[in-house]
């Protein structure tokens, strides 16, 4: 089992309370991403919509759909998933898939 990071634990509490909710949502995998909905039985293709290479989860948007790569590489200089990122805001990245 894995330890507890207490400085990321420490650098999600202080978040905005919008950031804190999207990023629980990735980890937990209730969100509104078309895998978590297709379960729900509220969409009938669980397929990224942006790429369509796979189903779309937390961890495929987040690290591994071709579509979200070049936004992976600004905001974590690394074009797929890693375990250890530092700082980031779950807004940036909610915003890749649903723009305001």
């Not at 995998?29 to 078309?34: C, E, S």
């Not at 669980?46 to 936004?71: I, K, N, W, Y």
């Amino acid at each position: 089992m894995l330890g507890v990071n207490t400085r990321l634990s420490k650098d999600a509490l202080q978040l905005a309370r919008r950031d804190v909710r999207i990023l629980v949502s990735l980890l937990t995998g209730h969100n509104t991403l078309n895998r978590h909905l297709a379960l729900l039985r509220k969409q009938s293709d669980a397929s990224c919509p942006l790429c369509e290479d796979e189903q779309e989860t937390s961890l495929h948007f987040l690290g591994r759909c071709s579509a979200t790569m070049v936004r992976r590489i600004q905001y974590f200089e690394r074009p797929f998933w890693v375990a250890h990122w530092a700082h980031w805001r779950p807004q940036r990245m909610a915003e890749t898939r649903h723009p305001r």
